[in-house]
């Protein structure tokens, strides 16, 4: 696997950080760029078609294929091309995946929707995701100062990580007060409970298993792939109430029926997830089994996720301090897994846990209307 | 088979301007001790036409067939007709005559032509009035709208019976504008004065004349003029025969142009008794003068009354908020890209949704999607789905944010999760409401709002609205 630093690179172009995530890619697997048959590219906004990846890297003809699942889209890459290389069509596919958004000068996220009759203004992110907190407090009975200091604890343990992590957009920490007092955006979220908007690549190469050995002998299993593109009725059926997100519980326990995880909670040495706003990654650690419903918020005051923690979750900083460059950054989670599991984690960061899986959820769209996609990796073929 | 009035609606819009503090912010002195209507934002006289006749129909289907007169001197487009749009937010039956009605005159004409026409018609009057800052026209002006249904008392029971009317026309240079132009050029007042001097009165007794009456048998005056002094002058004449002016509006709304006499005949007919003969007189370009007399149910039909409306102390604006509202401060926008038009094809085959907010209700299951769906959330079933229009049905914020990154003309966004009494839910902006005093649980109405307008191009939607007293 390859990844880019992700940030403002106001002077590097979409070409050039897919040129950059490839090359460490195929170097990373002992193999060169024109060795790989196929190649599966994601990105939401920054381009279109194959050649925006064939033209750069000057492919012979190879077969590219542009995907877009929102902010699942670098998962997305990285699904089609686990399927391409296991169905036997080619051995060596390439999924990458790169996002320029600094490139459009507007302030957050920014998606141009096909001609419409103008009833569905697109919402601000912030804003669709700014329900889960109030609606997770009533349900569970917390006050608006228990949320403040669950979403403020998660906010600082991403920054506190990325800190620790050269590849970062944002790399100091932040202190709570300075999280608390942070300017409101969608009431209750403030600037320092949303992710960074940033430029990056990622990229993986994929081969089946029994072909590993002819690169590296320390590859990264795929265990367990899982989509779910749900059916998008929270904002019209009343009986949603914005504490949970079914797409993220349903493909959880499809990949985790396809990996054999019988216990979420103690199975996985590490998880990256879907940290576009810090009430999201709450919710998640109860969809993705990780805490009883109405308790996450007291694992994470506990600190059961932190990077000391149990069960380290986001341990690269997260969306939040890495960056959210989309089509990137469901690949960027596979990176961080990809060293974590194989011990090159840099040591500040290191995950010591003898848990032979790891995880990625990556989350595209908002509350009640969104897809999620769930994979399980791990070092040991036979578990 | 007598004519007249079946129902009727006035709608203020619940924000304020405080003319002397305008005034001061100006550093002009101002006698103007009073507040002027202001529409807000998300208004113009489209919405506010809607919001009237709303009011209007309230608990009544339109018939198959009529005309719908749509008056204001302020049109959303020019070209495209502007009536269709209520006629669609109305969710009338298609073989309706919708047509528009420009000039500060063109509510009393309307109003005078529905009711010595046939069948049944329903005017609505509605106008936006500001000018150059600091003028008269912006401070002394309003904005709001009044609906009217008029038919013959086979349709059903009259609140009001068409008497009689007279009409003079003057070709004068009183006021005028070009089109598009943000302001209106106005002759000296003393010129006016002089020009209308009589006409208001004599038409008056020439009305009553021709309908064998005497000003003695008035009960009330609508006076209706932008120059407020030729309108004092008349109803301090007839005071004088004992004929009452109703004050709701005075120092409340300003001149609303194309709305005003019908805002002032909703107050007045508010607290008609029975038998009371109302002389409307609205002095624009020539006079036209209206008789009407109220009749055993004068307020049967009324759902919010224009005192209600006033009596709630209503949101202020602050005078810059006003001017950024109406263009004449172009602010500083966040960075985020502008909103796309609506296009015509997709508006097209949502119609119904758009401007009628019309939900579909699956047949088997019964629940209500918003926007309307072909297959059903809850029980799968597909194409088994039946129409049902929300507009009017209550409902109450289920959760909200208050949302500082949108851009807006008049930031913060709130948008909320609504959901109906009897079913169904909607994700809305919520509209007239103090981001600080919304509450989850709040009780809210539907009200048709311009969105925004990008480029060349109107938006139009629904928005929810607190009920009751606005937050302040």
Known sequence: MGCTKFGEHWDRSAADLLVEAAVAAADSANIDIKDIDAFWLGTAASGMGGTMLSKPLKLDHKPVTRVENYCATGSEAFRNACYAVASGAYDVAMAIGVEKLKDSGYAGLAFSSPPGDGTDDPPTTPSLFSLVAPAYSARYGLDSEDMRAALTHIAWKNHRNGALNPRAQYRTEVSKDQIDRSPMVASPLRVMDCSGVADGAAAAVIVRADDSPKYRRDPLYVKGLALASGPGNGQMDPDYDYTTFD????????????????????????????????????????????????????????????????????????????????????????????????????????????????????????????????????????? | MTRGLVAYGAYVPRHRLDVAAASATLEMPSANRGRRAVAAFDEDTTTMGVGAARLAMAGRTLPERGSLAFATSRPAYADKTNATAVHAALHAHKAWRCFDIEGTRAGGTALASALEGTGVSLVVTSDMRTGRPGSADELDGGDAAAAFLVADDSYGPLVAEFVHAYAESIEMMDRWRL???????????????????????????????EADAVRSDLTAIVASSPHERLRQRLT?????????????????????????????????????????LVACISIVDGVDVILLRATETPNGARTTSVADQLNDTGRSVPYTQFLTWRGFLDREPPRRPDPAPPTAPPSFRSTQWKFALEASKCRACGLRHLPPNSVCAGCGTVGHMTTETMASTPGFIRSFTVDHLAASLSPPVIRAIVDFDGGGRVRCEVTDADANALAIGDQVEMTFRLMYTTGTTHNYFWKARPVGRPNT
């Not at chain 1, 040495?269 to 879907?274: K, P, Q, T």
């Not at chain 1, 840099?346 to 848990?355: F, G, K, L, T, Y």
């Not at chain 2, 302001?183 to 009553?208: G, K």
């Not at chain 2, 301090?236 to 709304?253: C, F, I, K, N, Q």
């Open chain 2, 236 to 276: 301090s004449a007839l005071a004088h025969d004992g004929v009452r002016a109703d004050p709701t509006v005075d120092g409340r709304v300003g001149f609303a142009g194309a709305a005003d006499l019908g805002v002032r005949l909703a107050a007045t007919l508010d607290r008609c008794a029975p038998g009371d």
């Open chain 1, 247 to 383: 797409e993220v519980k349903r493909s959880a326990d499809d990949a985790y029926r396809q990996a054999g995880i019988t216990s979420p909670a103690t199975q996985f040495a590490m998880a990256e997830v879907h940290d576009c706003f810090t009430p999201t990654e709450l919710v998640l650690m109860e969809d993705l089994g990780f805490s009883e419903r109405g308790t996450a918020w007291t694992d994470v005051l506990d600190g059961r996720f932190d990077l000391e923690g149990d069960l380290p979750v986001n341990p690269d900083g997260g969306l939040k301090s890495f960056g959210h460059p989309i089509g990137a950054s469901g690949l960027r989670m596979l990176f961080e897994c990809w060293l974590q599991l194989r011990g090159e984690a840099p040591p500040e960061r290191s995950i010591a846990s003898d848990r032979p899986f790891a995880l990625t959820q990556n989350l595209g769209g908002g509350p009640g209307d969104c897809v999620s996609f769930v994979s399980v990796v791990g070092v040991d073929r036979s578990a």
């Open chain 2, 179 to 209: 089109p598009g132009h943000p302001s209106s050029d106005t002759s000296e007042p003393r010129f006016s004065y002089f020009a209308y001097q009589n006409v208001a009165l004599d038409a008056l007794d020439q009305a009553l004349k």
